[in-house]
């Protein structure tokens, strides 16, 4: 009987084999070097979000819009494969009844990028909306572009009905090396020095034909300005350079130099375009294209006012020029075009001067105020001044000074009873 018993018991077991439970990588159909490469897989997702997000920061430092896009979708592409990876884990490994320890320190750090995520969702939010405002502010600027280029071409038409186009203008000043046209305080100094240097140069002609006529040099000198003492002989020619600045910046102050224009309001408007339209001009050339012209009125009165009658009645033995020139008339004489020169310079220092808002304003010295190195530069640099003796006082304003902005050009003046330096 216990034969028989044994025998039924094994007979029992072949048909009913013992049922072992499963570990869970195998319930799972995941084994742990899937779940490894998983979880790698995961790590370098979040590196390469963060490393899109840090791109994301830097485009906007300095603001650069292509970068800013392109960061922009990247970390969206990021943010999409963390997705497909999270899709893919419970697609693969539902929920187990037990969860080991080890299991749940994976879910707990999932759920801190899952947080980290929502976190770089919100910032990425934060900087499509200050795109969008850039993208405002582009908008502006361009609309302030459109609107600078229509006034450019406002200011075009000017000049060319001026007879000077802005490529001509531009043209002309890099093929002969001019100063900018900009204007700036610096085209104002050079503009002095312009105006200085031609005094200088229209004195020069006007010394030698009183000379080749018998003036008497000295006692025309101590006409202009009496009882100067001179250092040196030759220092009489700065007499008859102030009385020729004298008489080229009377009226300088009045916007209009003392001329009637026929539309006040169009010419405070046009100085400065005058200015661009004459400074490349050789001056018989604008006087002979338009005579009448307020440039040309201004040639012919000074003219007169600089050069007295009795000179030029000595210079030519008769007043055919100047009765020429008071008919209205331009000669071409070789003193009336050294003259022109000048007038041009002043005149265009004068458009100048009222093309500034505020304009600059002149000053002038008078014979007999004490030097002073702030308000004044002498025209002889070599002078010296010994012990005991009087403070150097103005004998002679060859070239009045002025103010613009907050700094000063200095008057250039000649010191009476000063002493050369050996």
């Given at each position: 009987?216990?034969?028989?018993?044994?025998?039924?018991?094994?007979?029992?077991?072949?048909?009913?084999?013992?049922?072992?439970?499963?570990?869970?990588?195998?319930?799972?159909?995941?084994?742990?070097e899937a779940m490894e490469a998983?979880?790698?897989?995961?790590?370098?997702?979040?590196?390469?979000?963060?490393?899109?997000?840090?791109?994301?920061?830097?485009?906007?430092?300095?603001?650069?819009?292509?970068?800013?896009?392109?960061?922009?979708?990247?970390?969206?592409?990021?943010?999409?494969?963390?997705?497909?990876?999270?899709?893919?884990?419970?697609?693969?490994?539902?929920?187990?009844?037990?969860?080991?320890?080890?299991?749940?320190?994976?879910?707990?750090?999932?759920?801190?990028?899952?947080?980290?995520?929502?976190?770089?969702?919100?910032?990425?939010?934060?900087?499509?909306?200050?795109?969008?405002?850039?993208?405002?502010?582009?908008?502006?600027?361009?609309?302030?572009?459109?609107?600078?280029?229509?006034?450019?071409?406002?200011?075009?038409?000017?000049?060319?009905?001026?007879?000077?186009?802005?490529?001509?203008?531009?043209?002309?000043?890099?093929?002969?090396?001019?100063?900018?046209?900009?204007?700036?305080?610096?085209?104002?100094?050079?503009?002095?020095?312009?105006?200085?240097?031609?005094?200088?140069?229209?004195?020069?002609?006007?010394?030698?034909?009183?000379?080749?006529?018998?003036?008497?040099?000295?006692?025309?000198?101590?006409?202009?300005?009496?009882?100067?003492?001179?250092?040196?002989?030759?220092?009489?020619?700065?007499?008859?350079?102030?009385?020729?600045?004298?008489?080229?910046?009377?009226?300088?102050?009045?916007?209009?130099?003392?001329?009637?224009?026929?539309?006040?309001?169009?010419?405070?408007?046009?100085?400065?375009?005058?200015?661009?339209?004459?400074?490349?001009?050789?001056?018989?050339?604008?006087?002979?294209?338009?005579?009448?012209?307020?440039?040309?009125?201004?040639?012919?009165?000074?003219?007169?006012?600089?050069?007295?009658?009795?000179?030029?009645?000595?210079?030519?033995?008769?007043?055919?020029?100047?009765?020429?020139?008071?008919?209205?008339?331009?000669?071409?004489?070789?003193?009336?075009?050294?003259?022109?020169?000048l007038a041009k310079v002043i005149?265009?220092?004068?458009?100048?001067?009222?093309?500034?808002?505020?304009?600059?304003?002149?000053?002038?010295?008078?014979?007999?105020?004490?030097?002073?190195?702030?308000?004044?530069?002498?025209?002889?640099?070599?002078?010296?001044?010994?012990?005991?003796?009087?403070?150097?006082?103005?004998?002679?304003?060859?070239?009045?000074?002025?103010?613009?902005?907050?700094?000063?050009?200095?008057?250039?003046?000649?010191?009476?009873?000063?002493?050369?330096?050996?």
């Amino acid at each position: 009987m216990q034969h028989i018993g044994a025998k039924d018991t094994q007979l029992r077991e072949s048909s009913n084999p013992k049922v072992h439970p499963q570990p869970m990588e195998d319930a799972t159909n995941q084994s742990p070097e899937a779940m490894e490469a998983l979880v790698s897989r995961i790590f370098t997702n979040i590196s390469s979000l963060k490393s899109a997000y840090i791109q994301l920061q830097a485009a906007h430092t300095p603001y650069d819009p292509d970068k800013i896009q392109a960061a922009d979708k990247l970390v969206i592409s990021e943010l999409k494969n963390l997705s497909e990876l999270k899709h893919f884990y419970r697609e693969h490994n539902p929920k187990p009844v037990c969860v080991s320890p080890q299991d749940s320190r994976l879910a707990a750090e999932i759920q801190e990028q899952q947080s980290l995520l929502k976190t770089y969702e919100v910032m990425v939010k934060k900087f499509q909306s200050e795109i969008q405002n850039k993208d405002s502010e582009i908008v502006q600027l361009e609309q302030q572009i459109q609107d600078s280029s229509q006034k450019r071409v406002k200011l075009e038409k000017n000049l060319k009905l001026r007879g000077l186009s802005t490529k001509e203008s531009e043209g002309s000043s890099g093929e002969r090396g001019q100063f900018s046209v900009d204007l700036s305080p610096d085209l104002f100094r050079s503009a002095v020095e312009a105006a200085s240097r031609a005094i200088h140069d229209f004195s020069k002609p006007l010394i030698n034909m009183m000379k080749a006529a018998g003036w008497d040099l000295d006692a025309a000198a101590n006409s202009i300005e009496p009882s100067i003492v001179y250092a040196k002989r030759a220092h009489k020619k700065y007499a008859f350079e102030s009385h020729i600045c004298q008489r080229m910046f009377i009226g300088f102050q009045d916007e209009c130099f003392g001329m009637k224009p026929d539309n006040q309001a169009e010419m405070k408007e046009s100085l400065y375009q005058e200015y661009l339209s004459l400074r490349e001009m050789d001056p018989l050339d604008a006087v002979g294209q338009n005579p009448d012209s307020m440039f040309g009125k201004f040639c012919q009165r000074k003219y007169l006012d600089v050069v007295h009658q009795k000179m030029e009645a000595s210079f030519f033995g008769n007043l055919d020029q100047r009765n020429y020139i008071v008919g209205g008339g331009h000669p071409r004489t070789a003193l009336y075009q050294a003259f022109l020169k000048l007038a041009k310079v002043i005149w265009l220092l004068h458009r100048l001067v009222h093309s500034f808002d505020p304009p600059v304003k002149i000053f002038q010295v008078k014979r007999g105020n004490e030097f002073s190195e702030v308000y004044m530069e002498s025209v002889v640099k070599d002078f010296v001044v010994e012990d005991g003796d009087e403070k150097p006082k103005v004998g002679l304003m060859v070239m009045p000074g002025f103010w613009i902005g907050g700094s000063i050009i200095q008057s250039q003046i000649y010191l009476t009873g000063i002493k050369v330096a050996e």
